[in-house]
Nanobody, 124 residues
Framework: QVQLVESGGGWVQAGGSLRLSCAAS????????MGWFRQFPGKEREFVAA????????YYADSVKGRFTISRDNAKNTVYLQMNSLKPEDTAVYYC?????????????????WGQGTQVTVSS
């Protein structure tokens, strides 16, 4: 079983930046893909970004493309989400996810292991 712990959420003004981190422990494997999702109040979780096990492939939702960057450090079993030019509509709970298949991020939302989530609030 893999445990994921997110950190780095908080409050920021529109146009600002935050960096989220997600540390994996337990039955970890650098061959696993990792991703970020977010959930707005009353809505289902939606995909934000994913990264392959090597870090060589990344995939973003259109709503964050060009503003958010996902990266990973396999030596630290950690994935990051650098969020720049934040907008009030980015306000959500952000969740880390890990699963064996990178390609599954293109088609499957609810799969793999999840962190507990971290709140990001962007004020206008």
């Amino acid at each position: 079983q893999v445990q994921l712990v997110e950190s780095g959420g908080g409050w920021v003004q529109a146009g600002g930046s935050l960096r989220l981190s997600c540390a994996a422990s337990g039955r970890t494997s650098s061959s696993y893909a990792m991703g970020w999702f977010r959930q707005f109040p009353g809505k289902e979780r939606e995909f934000v970004a994913a990264i392959s096990w090597s870090g060589g492939s990344t995939y973003y939702a259109d709503s964050v493309k060009g503003r958010f960057t996902i990266s990973r450090d396999n030596a630290k079993n950690t994935v990051y989400l650098q969020m720049n030019s934040l907008k009030p509509e980015d306000t959500a709970v952000y969740y880390c996810n890990t699963r064996p298949s990178y390609s599954s991020y293109f088609r499957t939302a609810d799969s793999g292991s999840w962190g507990q989530g971290t709140q990001v609030t962007v004020s206008s």
